[in-house]
């Protein structure tokens, strides 16, 4: 069973950063494309970005040119390092793994969720 933990949350000015981390269990994490997701109440859980095994990045148009996702196959951990954070981007961040992760196509394995607050 794959186990995902998140961490990294919290409360952070407009324009400031944030960084999430997760952390999976098991060997197989170096096989599995990871996300990022995140939801709002009342709405649906938006894909923010992905890393494919091999490094291959993709990101929201929402979030391009401010978030980052990284991988780091020897620990077994996805990151998303948030740049220039808007209130609209607070939302609960969930962390998602699977064979692939594409619009419309999420992962079987996914992490508790850590709340992100943008806000003055």
């Known amino acids: 069973q794959v186990q995902l933990v998140e961490s990294g949350g919290g409360l952070v000015q407009p324009g400031g950063s944030l960084g999430l981390s997760c952390t999976a269990s098991?060997?197989?994490?170096?096989?599995?494309?990871m996300g990022w997701y995140r939801q709002v109440p009342g709405k649906q859980r938006e894909l923010v970005a992905t890393?494919?095994?091999?490094?291959?990045?993709n990101y929201a148009d929402s979030v391009k040119g401010r978030f980052t996702i990284s991988r780091d196959n020897a620990k077994s951990t996805v990151y998303l390092r948030m740049n220039s954070l808007k209130p609209e981007d607070t939302a609960v961040y969930y962390c998602?793994?699977?064979?692939?992760?594409?619009?419309?196509?999420?992962?079987?394995?996914w992490g508790q969720g850590t709340q992100v607050t943008v806000s003055s």
């Open positions: 890393i494919t095994s091999g490094g291959i990045t």
């Open positions: 998602n793994a699977g064979p692939i992760i594409q619009v419309g196509r999420s992962g079987a394995y």
């Open positions: 098991g060997s197989i994490f170096r096989f599995y494309a």
